[in-house]
């Protein structure tokens, strides 16, 4: 993937995002962005790509609770984990609940 593909998928879900945030019952469609049926080939590469970027977020607020965890005697890491996940949902709320919307979804059980 060239650095001009990268900027686009990221480009494109933004713009999935921003139409999910002005079209919560909306489902995931392509046609509705068409920034997003520009970069990517099917619906389930979309959620596979959202999925992603949720995982990335995620993770690095993961390690660094457990680290801290882990520094402290009293550190809990399952609190960490817990912690890490809410502030994740609370900065990232759109991407959360197509995220959830789209729970069963074949694309997404793999994950």
Known sequence: MTWTQFHQRQEAIRAVLDHARANPAAEIDLAAVP???EVFTSR???LRALHYKWMRSLVGRVDV???DADADPRGD????VTKAW????ADNPVL???LDAH???PALAEM
Do not use: K, P, S
Not at 77 to 80: D, N, W, Y
Not at 86 to 89: E, G
């Open 35 to 37: 920034a997003a049926a």
């Open 77 to 80: 890491r399952v609190e960490a």
């Open 103 to 105: 729970a069963d979804d």
């Open 44 to 46: 389930d590469e979309l």
């Open 65 to 67: 609770g457990v680290e």
């Open 96 to 98: 959360r609940q197509v």
């Open 86 to 89: 809410r502030r994740t949902a």
